[in-house]
């Protein structure tokens, strides 16, 4: 008897589980990535990557269904989709796509902050206001998530410890963006992601 065989207990106990893993962590992977997209107004990738989500799913769902009586096609099935949403993640984080508010709040002024952030080219509205314990300066910017941990970078080493919070933009009109200086493998990816949308 071939030890490969649809019904053979190595290609039930193993591959197939295997192959069930994969094609959650497949689906699963491509359906964080699109309500990531879907959060961001990619609306016409969004669909595209639905299509194939629910294809492998359909695939995975129907192997499980055909053998009921193998346990560990639900451990491979579960496994799957908890690695498919670290990785989904994790591509996403890559990508780096959109952009995000950082509001930052410093107790005093801080001017060699400021003049290093406006020397880097990131955009700045300065406000003064008033915190619980005093005058403060407010410094909203909006900035892309690319150049998100270099503006965070410049933030620690003038001002370690500040106060800032960051959140995701769904839209910008206009605004003073920096320069993306460094090609990555999915720049050219991203700007057609941006166009699409």
């Not at 060699?112 to 406006?118: A, F, H, S």
């Not at 960051?166 to 963006?177: C, P, S, T």
Request: charged letters at 20%; aromatic letters at 12%.
């Amino acid at each position: 008897m071939d030890i490969l065989t649809y019904n053979s207990p190595l290609f039930t106990w193993l591959i197939l589980p295997l192959l069930i893993f994969l094609a959650r962590i497949m689906d699963q992977s491509i359906g964080t990535m699109r309500l990531i997209f879907v959060s961001k107004g990619l609306k016409y990738l969004a669909p595209f990557l639905g299509f194939f989500e629910v294809i492998i799913w359909l695939l995975a769902v129907g192997q499980i269904m055909q053998h009921l009586d193998n346990w560990l096609c639900y451990i491979a099935y579960g496994a799957g989709f908890a690695m498919g949403n670290f990785i989904g993640i994790s591509i996403e984080e890559r990508l780096s796509l959109g952009t995000s508010i950082i509001r930052l709040i410093l107790p005093n002024d801080a001017p060699e902050l400021i003049n290093m952030l406006k020397e880097q080219n990131f955009g700045l509205t300065i406000v003064d206001a008033e915190g619980s314990k005093g005058s403060v300066k407010v410094i909203f910017s909006i900035v892309r998530r690319k150049e998100l941990r270099n503006f965070i970078d410049t933030i620690n080493t003038f001002t370690p410890g500040a106060f800032y919070t960051i959140e995701d933009v769904r839209a910008v009109n206009e605004g003073i963006f920096r320069a993306i200086s460094s090609k990555s493998a999915f720049s050219g990816f991203q700007s057609k992601l941006m166009k699409a949308k």
